[in-house]
Structure formats: structure tokens, C-alpha cells
């Protein structure tokens, strides 16, 4: 007679698992085991619950009950072991609790007596009967839901996390027990999203949207699967979102004086310098100081701030993209005779645009690597990066400006500094926007 495991593969390679008999609540399936066939029957089980069955048996040879019930677990084409029990009596009554899934139930005789009878199954988690209150009006069609939910239960099986689709931040992880760790690093300086946008996380950075104020914190979406450790194909999977204002970095210290909430600071002991031995001679005593003088003619003040005249963006080939701005005139001069249209078209693509742009020329004249055309002091030229392109500025100062004037170094600064802002506007999915013009103007 074959085993249990024999005749489930039998079937599974034959006619499949869906051609068995399935066993339904509260009702008798009948039973049928010879010495020389088993009898396989199937129930699914929809949510997790707790089925007490009752087997009734008759014997071929009066008095003689030995036969050994197993059930089954199957997940996909992997057939488990899930419990079994012997009956040695005509009417056997057990419990047990089942997790959501199949199984198959195999009745094997252990003698030379055949058996018939029936197993009958009470699923506590499914109610008897069902009340409904549907509204009949005459000549009209009727739908009715029937389906019941399933009572909620307390789970006590292990259950294991992870993160199927999206991303965490940066330097954080989730373990399997559902914990989020980690530790994020700086976030002032983090390349583009997937939108495309490098905006800082700093709480203090916000746009206005109908009165509104929102801050422009990265956020981060991610799916998280939830599922059970001994049945994996028992799951649920629900979205999440983490934003972060401000990562603990540079503003830290304002950040704690602005927010609205308890906080701990751990303060450093001050450890003083040591006292190194004079190196210099003893300063001299200072002169006497002398009564000012007034000055006969009062400075006219300066009316004429200095103007952008010209920027211009040149792509940086991939090779040479770590290159600090400052050296690209010399990495120019060396390198501009030499042809590199087969060994690397992009380099010579760059040098070529590079000999095309007047301004560049112009800063190689600034730096003494070109010679001197029109260049006067009136004239700045400063190189920086813009994301893959190498950006040069230039600046003007108008007739009676001096270019050691405090203020007109200070304009040059904040003109280099605000090459770095982002220029965007703020769009939604699903709005229209008019057509803008994008306007540069000077603040002093």
C-alpha cells in the first residue's frame, strides 16, 4: 500500500490538489480507506482559526480500528507535515488550530480492514448563519453582499519585516522586528532626489502656498511588507513616508533655541589651551595718540554699484568632473594642443568649447595664461561648478568704482555665492502654470 507522501505526489502530478474533495464547515464528508487505497481530502482555511473535527468509522472487521489521519500543509508545490493523530475508536473528536493556507487530510489504514464513514469539521472563526437586510421594491433586481469578515484575533506567531519597494534615509535601516536604526549623516550637501531636487532639509527653508507655509524637507517613501515567519505567504504591505526638517548638522544650535520641544545638550568640558613660551621680543610701548584731524574734502559716496555682465555654462566631460574650477586654466594650458577626437571625443568637444568662449579666454588672461587683450582692473571673472557644468561669471565695475572698495568685494562675493541657489517653480501634479520669464536683478 503506498504512503501518505506517494499518493498526495500522484496527485499533485496528475489530476492536482483541486480535483480532491474539499471539506466544508459543518459538513459530513464521507470517508472511504481500503488496504490498498488512502483517502486524501483538502480544506482551506481563509483566515488563522481553531476547527474541532469529529471522525466517525466502521470497520470491515468488527472491533478492528487502526487507522493514522495526517494533515498536510502545502505552499506551492512543498508538501509539509502538520500534524497527525490515530484513530482507534469509531468515533474520534480533536481540535486544532490552523493557520490561513491548504492542507490535505490522508486517512491510511494500518490493518487488513477497510473503513467507511464521514469527518465533519466546526470552524469557530465562521458564524453558522448570517442575517440579511436587503430592500425589495417591486420590478427591481436585488444584490445582496453575503461576505462575512473574519472576527479580528490576537496574532502570536513571529512576524518579520522588511521594506519591498522605495527607500529609507540615508545611514537608517529596518530590522525585522520592525525597528527603524541608524544614524543620518550630514543632509546639507546630498545629490538630487528622484524628482530631481537638492533642496537643503533645513527646517527654516520653507515656500508659501495659498498662505500657507510648508518646509522644504526631503521625504522619503517606502513599502513595508509585513508577513508571518512560518507562512511567508500570509503578508500585508501598507506604504510610509519620512520626512526630515533638519538632520542634527550645522544650524544645530538654532535649531534647539527655536524649536518647540524638550531637548538635551551634551556640553564638552572646555579643556583651556596649554601656555607656550614667548617667542617674539616684548612688543614696543605704543606712540601717543594724536588729536584727529579733520579732513578738508568729505568722500562722495558711491552711486554706481557694479553690474553682472555675462555668465556662461560649459559641460564638464565625465573624466575630469572631480577637477577643483581653480585649475581649469592650467589643465587648459596644458592640454589645449594636444587631440584627444579619438581617444576621448568628449575632452575635445570641451576643449573646443572652451577656445570658442570669450569669457573664458578672458579669465586666462586674468590668471597670466593668455596674453593680455582689453583686460583692465574695471574686469572679474570667477570659475565655479554648476552640477556637471563649469559656470564663468564676469563683472563690470562702472567708470569711478575702485575694485578695492569694500562694498564691491562684498558684491562680488554675494554674486559668486548666489550662482549656488536653486531656480525653480513651484508646480503641482495635475496644475497649468502660465508662462514666466525669468528676471535678475541686483540687491546691494
Keep these: 500500500m503506498a504512503t501518505c507522501l506517494q499518493t498526495i505526489a500522484d496527485v499533485m502530478a496528475g489530476p492536482g490538489i483541486d480535483s480532491l474533495t474539499v471539506i466544508n464547515p459543518n459538513t459530513n464528508t464521507p470517508i472511504v ?36 489521519l495526517t494533515i498536510y500543509q502545502v505552499v506551492g508545490s512543498t508538501v509539509s507535515s502538520y500534524a497527525s493523530i490515530n484513530l482507534t475508536t469509531a468515533s474520534t473528536t480533536f481540535q486544532k488550530d490552523f493557520q490561513s493556507g491548504t492542507y490535505i487530510f490522508c486517512f491510511h489504514g494500518n490493518n487488513t480492514a477497510s473503513y467507511t464513514g464521514n469527518i465533519i469539521g466546526s470552524f469557530i472563526s465562521v458564524p453558522s448563519s448570517a442575517i440579511l ?64 531636487y537638492t533642496y537643503s532639509p533645513s527646517f527654516n527653508w520653507f515656500y508659501e502656498r495659498s498662505g500657507i507655509s510648508y518646509p522644504l524637507g526631503r521625504q522619503w517613501r517606502f513599502k513595508v511588507k509585513l508577513s508571518l515567519a512560518a507562512n511567508p505567504e500570509v503578508f500585508i504591505e501598507d506604504w510610509f513616508c519620512i520626512r526630515v526638517y533638519n538632520n542634527w548638522d550645522f544650524d544645530r544650535d538654532n535649531f534647539i533655541a527655536q524649536a518647540p520641544f524638550d531637548h538635551e545638550t551634551e556640553v564638552a568640558e572646555e579643556i583651556p589651551p596649554p601656555v607656550l613660551e614667548p617667542l617674539c621680543e616684548d612688543c614696543p610701548e ?27 555654462l560649459i559641460e564638464i566631460p565625465e573624466p575630469l568632473r572631480a577637477l577643483p574650477p581653480s585649475q581649469f586654466t592650467q589643465w587648459y594650458a596644458v592640454n589645449n594642443e594636444t587631440d584627444f577626437s579619438k581617444s576621448c571625443p568628449e575632452i575635445q568637444k570641451f576643449i ?9 579666454n578672458k579669465l586666462l588672461e586674468q590668471n597670466s595664461l593668455a596674453p593680455s ?13 554648476y552640477k556637471n557644468f563649469l559656470q564663468i561669471a564676469s563683472t563690470r565695475l562702472t567708470n569711478g568704482r575702485n575694485p578695492t572698495d569694500i562694498d564691491t568685494q562684498l558684491f562680488q562675493w554675494q554674486f559668486q555665492e548666489n550662482q549656488a541657489n536653486p531656480l525653480f517653480s513651484d508646480v503641482y501634479s495635475g496644475e497649468t502654470i502660465p508662462p514666466f520669464e525669468l528676471e535678475f536683478s541686483r540687491h546691494d
Excluded at 35 to 43: C, D, I, K, V, Y
Excluded at 292 to 300: D, R, Y
Aim: charged residues 15%.
Design 33 to 68: 480507506v481500503t488496504p490498498s487505497a488512502n483517502q486524501l481530502l483538502l480544506a482551506r482555511m481563509q483566515v488563522q482559526q481553531t476547527v474541532t473535527f469529529t471522525v466517525t468509522l466502521s470497520s470491515s472487521i468488527p472491533g478492528s480500528f487502526n487507522v493514522s
Design 373 to 385: 587683450t582689453e583686460l583692465t582692473e574695471q574686469e572679474l571673472f570667477i570659475a565655479t561648478t
Design 286 to 312: 605704543p606712540e601717543a595718540k594724536k588729536d584727529p584731524v579733520a579732513l578738508q574734502q568729505i568722500c562722495v559716496p558711491c552711486d554706481s554699484p557694479p553690474e553682472t555682465s555675462m555668465v556662461t
Design 133 to 196: 437586510f436587503p430592500v425589495f421594491k417591486v420590478g427591481e433586481k436585488v444584490k445582496a453582499d453575503l461576505t462575512i469578515p473574519s472576527p479580528p484575533r490576537v496574532c502570536s506567531q513571529v512576524m518579520f519585516y522588511e521594506v519591498t519597494a522605495g527607500e529609507v534615509p540615508p545611514g537608517v535601516y529596518l530590522d525585522e522586528l520592525g525597528t527603524l536604526r541608524g544614524q543620518l549623516p550630514n543632509l546639507d550637501c546630498m545629490p538630487p532626489d528622484q524628482f530631481g
Design 352 to 360: 573646443n568649447d572652451l577656445k570658442g568662449s570669450t569669457i573664458f
